[in-house]
């Protein structure tokens, strides 16, 4: 006689049930729009109870920073470097009021004007440093896992030795080199986002290099290679889409770093000049006299500019990596299922 093993109480036919409702999920995904199977809006449609929250927490927060950069002159009262209007200065350091919503700086400024002009600078350095890093490190990372030999340890070597120096550091000397550590628009711009790329690089490197050293060894890269396939074609169609899967998620990430490093830059004064752009770390450096003698609005609004871009985009990736992870999508949607069964 055959004894069969037994099966644990409240189990039964579960697993069964899950991997049948989770096929009729990915198949109802696989009919829908294109538009529906974007990153960002495929996550927000999945999502449920806290993670939902965080996403959505997230998009408002991000979509409320870009939009703010894109209408800055039409949303800002005044010019970032505005100290009167109609021959008529505006006063340092005046409280909050009816005129200056968030008051002015010492040397005049509008604080609420500094800190939504201060958009512009911080999504023209997290867009072209994160976009540049994504592209140089996944274009090397696919070349150096797909050739393999003495070029992809040459290439892991450097992108370890580059990652070895801290960001901040990099930034401050590249700030120096390019622009002497006092710059312009465009020169604070760009030594922040070169300083950005160069560390950047290696993480989108790893990533592409490490997947793409496993697919090609899988059957559908070895069948397009039996056929005749060449080796560009194989590299960008059959490699390079099946291995961005966990781009978005450090691409999120490496923007809230990119803008704290431009805040940094700012802070220990190699940033840019006030009257060239607004930038959230100079007005901290310069609000730091002002906490002392309880002047609080120069220092606390460009820090909550800071923190809310910090926080909105740090969200929205951490929100897509939590459902990236199927164990934690099939955990809620099974312990959901259990309580309504038991109910």
């Known amino acids: 006689m055959t004894l069969s093993n037994p099966v644990p109480p409240g189990e039964d036919g579960g697993a069964d049930h899950d991997l049948a409702a989770e096929s009729t999920r990915v198949a109802a995904r696989a009919r829908s729009s294109w538009i529906l199977r974007l990153p960002v809006i495929s996550h927000l449609r999945g999502s449920v109870g806290l993670q939902r929250g965080m996403l959505i927490t997230g998009l408002v927060l991000v979509i409320g920073l870009l939009l703010t950069a894109l209408f800055a002159p039409l949303v800002a009262p005044y010019g970032f470097a505005q100290t009167g209007v109609d ?14 919503l968030l008051g002015t700086t010492v040397t005049g400024f ?65 700030s120096i080199v390019i622009s002497g550590g006092q710059s312009n628009a465009w020169g604070g711009i760009l030594a922040a986002a070169i300083s950005i790329t160069v560390v950047f690089v290696p993480q989108y490197f790893r990533v592409i290099r490490a997947e ?30 099946n291995a961005t899967r966990t781009l978005p998620l450090i691409f999120t990430l490496n923007s809230s770093e990119a803008i704290l490093t431009l805040a940094a830059l700012g802070f220990l004064g190699f940033g840019i000049e006030p009257t060239s752009a607004a930038e959230w770390g100079y007005d901290l450096n310069r609000a730091m ?38 164990r934690l999508r099939t955990r809620k949607k099974r312990s959901r299922a259990r309580r309504k069964a038991a109910a």
């Open 110 to 174: 509008d604080v609420l004007s500094r800190v939504i002009w201060g958009t512009r600078t911080a999504v023209a350095v997290m867009v072209c440093a994160v976009v540049a890093s994504l592209f140089l490190g996944s274009a090397v990372g696919l070349l150096s896992g797909y050739l393999g030999g003495w070029l992809d340890r040459v290439l892991v070597m450097l992108a370890d030795a580059i990652y070895a120096f801290p960001s901040l550091l990099l930034a401050i000397v590249m």
């Open 87 to 100: 021959g008529e200065r505006f006063g340092g350091q005046q409280p909050p009021s009816a005129e200056h």
């Open 289 to 326: 006299a002002d906490a002392t003698s309880g002047i609080w609005w120069t220092g606390l609004f460009p820090g909550l500019a800071i923190v809310a871009a910090v926080l909105g985009v740090t969200l929205v990736g951490e929100s897509i990596n939590d459902l990236n992870d199927p």
């Open 212 to 241: 793409v050293v496993q697919l090609k060894a899988e059957p559908f890269v070895e069948a397009a290679k039996v056929i005749g396939t060449g080796h560009k074609r194989v590299m960008g169609t059959h490699l390079l889409r």
